[in-house]
């Protein structure tokens, strides 16, 4: 396995879609994880053992993130140590934040689409903290949690 991505801030950024953020010739079916302004995943041969690294020590801040095909920010199931805080994260295809335990993201060039449960790691994040974001108008949710955290979260 790869080792995590650590220390890593991200600040006063604008990410956003534009068509350069597609594919040529891709259909982004929806489980597809092109599409975000910020993605945070394991790597692919990462993803085969459910405990593959995730991020770690992360701060999202005072950011403008908008206009994304599917959601503002996507999270898999392993993070630690993650602060979203101060960032203006609206008008998203899908959700503003999300963090998917189910771990329901693949690459159609090196991956077979996942079934239930396949990648899911629901015990996977901690110290998570989304704070003081105006987080508006995105399709589905502002903030959502794919699947229930065994560990408190």
């Known amino acids: 396995m790869k080792p ?6 991200l600040l006063s950024e ?24 910020i ?11 459910y405990l593959g ?6 701060t999202i801040e005072n950011n403008n993130i908008y206009d994304n095909e599917h959601n503002g920010i996507y999270m898999g199931p392993n993070n630690s140590g993650i602060t979203i805080i101060d960032n203006s994260i609206y008008d998203n295809g899908w959700d503003g934040v999300i963090v998917d335990l189910a771990g329901q ?23 998570v903290a989304v704070n003081n974001n ?12 794919v ?4 560990n408190g979260f």
């Open 14 to 37: 604008i990410m956003r879609y534009t068509e350069n953020s597609r594919l040529a010739g891709s259909t982004l079916t929806p489980l597809l994880k092109y599409g975000n302004g």
């Open 134 to 145: 105006s987080i508006t108008g995105n399709t589905d949710y502002g903030v959502r949690v």
């Open 105 to 127: 993201y693949w690459n159609p060039d090196f991956e077979d689409p996942p079934t239930s449960g396949d990648y899911a790691n629901y015990a996977g994040s901690e110290n």
């Open 147 to 150: 699947g229930v955290p065994t």
């Open 4 to 9: 995590p991505v650590a220390s890593l801030i």
């Open 39 to 49: 993605l945070m995943i394991r790597g692919s041969g990462d993803k085969a053992d």
């Open 53 to 58: 690294y995730g991020p770690v020590d992360v």
